[in-house]
């Protein structure tokens, strides 16, 4: 199950009623932290993806963000992406796959040899 925190909703959403609804019906669940402005929001990956899909307005894209945020990011093999395109630089491989600048060039070394 995964936790996202949002924070001043009440204040950045037009209409909670709504977002409420359709995390209702998604099965996520959306409740208040305590007595503050932060909500929470919880939902197991399918479930958060599908309210990703119910969130259309421009107003509700920073709920959108944020549930991305949280998301856990694929697993991408580097070297197999090297290996389909091996012309691809490093600045490529770090926007296609979110590794770092070192962690591209150690697989770019090791596809060429260059241990």
């Known amino acids: 199950m995964l936790v996202i925190r ?15 609804q359709q995390a209702n019906e998604s099965g996520c669940q959306l409740k208040r932290i305590r ?3 932060n ?3 919880s ?13 259309m307005d421009e107003a509700h894209q920073w709920v959108v963000k944020e549930i991305d945020k949280a998301l856990p990011k694929p ?10 395109t091996p012309s ?9 796959t979110g590794c770092t ?9 090791l596809y060429e040899g260059f241990d």
């Open 6 to 20: 949002l924070n001043s909703f009440v204040h950045r959403v037009p209409d909670k009623a709504l977002i409420i």
């Open 43 to 55: 939902g197991e990956e399918a479930q958060l993806k599908a309210l990703i899909t119910l969130l």
């Open 75 to 84: 697993e991408i093999c580097l070297a197999s992406l090297i290996e389909k």
């Open 101 to 109: 600048m070192s962690e591209a060039r150690q697989a770019i070394d």
């Open 39 to 41: 909500w929470q929001l």
């Open 88 to 96: 691809v630089t490093v600045n490529q491989l770090v926007t296609q």
């Open 35 to 37: 007595r503050s402005r």
